[in-house]
């Protein structure tokens, strides 16, 4: 599997933008974007995910660079409930038999009132 | 709001023991899946199926089964517990194509 670097941790005040970078130099052309997010005590909750285009949802924007190598996910206004462990993850979509999720270690968001 | 639940938050079970993680979920997915976290080593895939009275080894299935007897229910099973089961499992399901949904998961410590 393609791998994902993102920073260990950063800080955000709330109610302020949040940009969370993510490098993939090796992803392949199949090779969707995914990103989760894992609060305390919880288990992963999915945020978003993205192929070549920008995308949007309700809970965030994902920004793919034109030559894919990288994304950002962003989160448009931090609040307290966002801190959370943030995982940005390739998926071949494409390969039924990779059901494997690859998670790293993350990106840990610390939102500060 | 989908779901995927999962039938307890915590559990202490003895070494030996044999042990039932149960998971429903109610939208109909045809994959479910069952992981392990633990610090530090990420996610672990220990099963998953992808229909009914399938099943399918993920990376770690050693000392595991599972059951999935019907499409909403997929049942993880501990068939001797052991100390080094000790950890956080995670649920998941999702439909093809698409992205998972995990439930909020159980800690299991083996004493």
């Known amino acids: 599997d393609a791998k994902t670097t993102q920073p260990n941790s950063m800080e955000s005040n709330e109610e302020e933008p949040v940009h969370l970078p993510c490098n993939h130099s090796t992803i392949s052309g199949t090779d969707y974007i995914h990103w989760y997010r894992q609060l305390p005590s919880q288990g992963p909750e999915y945020v978003i995910h993205g192929l070549t285009s920008n995308v949007n949802n309700r809970m965030a924007s994902l920004a793919i660079a034109e030559d894919r190598k990288s994304s950002t996910l962003i989160l448009h206004r931090a609040t307290l409930r966002d801190a959370a462990v943030y995982y940005c993850i390739l998926r071949d979509e494409w390969d039924d038999g990779n059901n494997r999720l690859a998670f790293g270690k993350g990106n840990q968001v610390v939102v500060i009132p | 709001d989908v779901k995927v639940t999962q039938s307890s938050r915590y559990l202490v079970k003895r070494t030996g023991e044999k042990v039932f993680l149960e998971c429903v979920q109610d939208?109909?997915?045809?994959?479910m899946f069952w992981y392990r976290q633990d610090p530090g080593l990420g996610l672990r895939l220990i099963y998953f199926s992808y229909d009914v009275k399938m099943k399918e080894k993920g990376d770690i299935p050693e000392g595991y089964s599972v059951s999935r007897e019907k499409k909403e229910r997929f049942s993880l099973i501990l068939e001797s517990a052991s100390t080094n089961q000790t950890s956080m499992y995670l649920c998941?399901?999702?439909?093809?194509?698409?992205?998972?949904?995990f439930g909020s998961g159980t800690r299991l410590t083996v004493v």
């Open positions: 998941a399901s999702r439909e093809t194509g698409a992205g998972y949904t």
């Open positions: 939208m109909d997915h045809e994959n």
